[in-house]
Nanobody
């Protein structure tokens, strides 16, 4: 059973930066990884995803140009660098893993999930 643990969340002022980490309990080489977020009262939404090798990435329009996803398979870890944060980025952020042929930002495509890390953007 693959276990994922997110970290790096916190309280940051608008315009600030955070880097989220997702640590896996075993090798991530064969998994596509996605970052998702869920704000209170809203559905979980895809933020970004990355393929097994890390050569292909995709982003939601709302974060394009501000967030960067990356992975280090040697460390069994995936990261989400978040810059120019806005209040609307406030949410519980999750990483998830899938054995699908291609990474997506569709919640139902992912089988393994972490517990989430809270990101709050406020002055």
């Amino acid at each position: 059973q693959l276990q994922l643990v997110e970290s790096g969340g916190g309280l940051v002022e608008p315009g600030g930066s955070l880097t989220l980490s997702c640590a896996a309990s075993r090798f991530l080489d064969y998994y596509n990884i996605g970052w998702f977020r869920q704000a209170p009262g809203k559905e979980r939404e895809g933020v970004s995803c990355i393929n097994m090798s890390g050569e292909w990435t995709n982003y939601a329009d709302s974060v394009k140009g501000r967030f960067t996803i990356s992975r280090d398979n040697a460390k069994n870890a995936v990261y989400l660098q978040m810059n120019s944060l806005k209040p609307e980025d406030t949410a519980l952020y999750y990483c998830a893993a899938a054995l699908s042929p291609k990474p997506t930002m569709i919640v139902d495509d992912y089988y393994f999930w972490g517990q989430g890390t809270q990101v709050t953007v406020s002055s």
